[in-house]
């Protein structure tokens, strides 16, 4: 009876993972892997998330959605797929991890914080590969399969993530200038760089690939925590710099995802708290300070 029960959650998970209209090659990928994952805009997303860990930064309590959902993402390109994916690990299992990557193909091409005073302490690890797609499902799997299994840490209780939303999402949706979406406690607000063409072997590197700036909000609407990337061009790195530092908000990361791409993307990584409007417009501000016209040409 537990085998089958067994074999039959096995089943239905597989059955939520592989959702109609992913492609059958990514499907088997899914299944490899044992992930959950969805296809838009042609990408592949294969989620990773970091839910067996519960983090707190300076003191507040960070749900999951709030910056460490890992994911490794797929797409096409004139002969081969590309992947690309950031994986979130604990400071014992960098290393492990990163040994498995390069022994099995896959490079790693970034590895670095997202916050200060977070415990436990954790680490991004941006990895890039090409090939046909259950071929990188097979290099990347032994990695994917140390992650979470070093050291077991006590799940997040349900208070650090399954609270009902406290905050005005509409208010911040309308400061910022986009649309987000609410995971539990969470709103995530994201804006592709869709104005930065980038292309790597006929595959377009857009916003489920990493191409992004994104705002993660928890809190109430008098005392919200903010954290986040921005995607910037050589020349938007000093402007967005000062433009954060004048809203109050502290920048922990600057560095970049991949490597070779022209031209060239870096990435900051900012946090802050107090109330959740003051931090809308700090992120909307930087936004300002991108090409893309984003907040700009909002109304």
């Known amino acids: 009876m537990f085998m089958m029960a067994s074999v039959m959650a096995f089943a239905a998970t597989a059955a939520r993972a592989q959702a109609p209209d992913v492609p059958a090659p990514y499907k088997d990928v899914l299944t490899l892997l044992g992930k959950q994952g969805d296809f838009k805009d042609g990408v592949l ?31 096409k390109g004139t002969s ?4 690309m994916g950031d994986l979130v690990l604990l400071q014992d299992e960098v290393n492990p991890v990163m040994s498995a990557l390069l022994q099995n193909g896959i490079d790693v091409t970034a590895l670095h914080n997202h916050f200060f005073w977070d415990e436990p302490r954790m680490f991004y690890m941006h990895v890039h590969a090409h090939g046909a797609p259950m071929d990188l499902a097979r290099k990347v799997k032994p990695a994917l399969d140390l992650i979470g299994k070093s050291s077991p840490r006590p799940a997040p209780t349900a208070t650090s993530g399954s609270t009902a939303p406290a905050l005005d999402a509409a208010k911040l949706a309308q400061i910022a200038g986009h649309e987000g979406e609410q995971t539990g406690a969470v709103y995530k607000i994201t804006v592709g760089r869709d104005d930065v063409k980038l292309a790597e072997m006929g595959a377009p ?6 191409l992004n ?8 609407n008098d005392n919200a925590a903010i954290a986040g990337d921005v995607a910037m061009l050589a020349s938007e790195v000093t402007p967005v710099l000062k433009t954060l530092r004048d809203h109050g908000l502290d920048v922990v990361a600057i560095h970049h995802h991949m490597t070779g791409t022209q031209p060239a993307v870096f990435f900051l990584h900012y946090w802050g708290t107090g109330p959740a409007d003051k931090l809308a417009g700090g992120f909307r501000a930087a936004l300002d300070e991108l090409g893309h016209g984003g907040a700009k040409g909002a109304k």
Do not use: E, H, Q
Request: charged fraction near 15%; proline fraction near 6%; avoid cysteine.
């Open 45 to 75: 997303k294969v989620n990773i998330p970091r839910s067996d860990v519960a983090v707190t930064v300076k003191g507040v309590k960070t749900p999951t959605p709030f910056g460490f959902g890992g994911w490794v993402a797929l797409s």
């Open 80 to 83: 081969m797929d590309v992947m």
């Open 205 to 210: 590197i857009n916003a489920r690939m990493g």
């Open 213 to 220: 700036t994104w705002a993660a909000f928890v809190g109430t």
